[in-house]
């Protein structure tokens, strides 16, 4: 299974919505403390080495996240540590790039989400405490989302409702929002501890799940939150990123401080279904591809990224 060795550590890794082949890697200096960061675009291919770059872009502070832009092929939105927001154009050289830069967050911007259902927006969230959302055609944000008491580490689009998202926070809360409301929909106190990460279910727009620095992944429907429907456990350090599988409705990959990737299928008593070691530091950046079923990717502190089939070995060459 094809491996990348980056320079620096793995933050995030993103599957292009576009090319079955490509992806795009998000990385740190001195694990995103202090330091530079880059942005790695990979290409897979069916001999060896198996995985090649294709272009990388430097960064004067750390890059925590990557998100695909849903309507321009080559196009990718960096979250960076200095607070501000990158836009790059992959089909371009590196010294035009980034092609827009965009300074309003207050703190490091830990998240990045394009809306796949109206493909023209994105969501970024931050260490501000706040969630924006932008437009690839306008010059500042068009609104900032402000109630969280602490971090947002990661705020994601509804898969089916171009206008509702979810938030995450250190607060220990996961609020629901509409762009077109005033204020938050509903507030979810999910986790006596830091909520990490959260993601839609991809098949079911009420259905939602998130992890948490209790070392578990909860999973909610938004008609009844009193209580969660299932409580994964089986992570022994905080999670740091949970994600709905976009080819089979009850399937959650998630990654953790333990260094684990791991597979789940909450509709199950036995819901973990899968575990993979193969990270010798943390893991904190985890997807799965929509054009390959299978297709998963994951990176972590150890420099990382692996590119493997649901099932395989991630290590085996």
Known sequence: MPVFKAPFNGYSVKFSPFYESRLAVATAQNFGILGNGKIHVLELSPGPPGVTESVSFDTADAVYDVSWSESHDSVLVAAVGDGSVKIYDTALPPPSNPIRSFQEHAREV??????????????????????????????????????????????????????????ASGDCTLRIWDVREPGSTMIIPGHDFEILSCDWNKYDDCVLATSSVDKTIKVWDVRSYRAPLAVLNGHGYAVRKVKFSPHRRSLIASCSYDMSVCL?????????????????????????????????????WDELVYVWQQGMDPRAS
């Not at 973990?272 to 530091?281: I, K, N």
Request: proline content about 3%.
């Open 264 to 300: 789940w299928d909450y509709m199950v008593e036995d819901a973990l279904v899968g575990r993979y070691d193969h990270h010798t530091e943390f893991a904190v950046g985890i997807d799965m591809s929509v054009l390959v079923e299978g297709l998963m990717a994951s990176t972590g």
């Open 110 to 167: 830990h998240s990045v989400d394009y809306n796949p259902t109206r493909r023209d927006s994105f969501l970024t969230a931050s260490w501000d405490d706040t969630v924006k959302l932008w437009a690839m055609d306008r010059p500042a944000s068009i609104r900032t989302f402000k109630e969280h008491a602490y971090c947002v580490y990661q705020a994601v689009w509804n898969p089916k409702h171009g206008d509702v998202f979810a938030s």
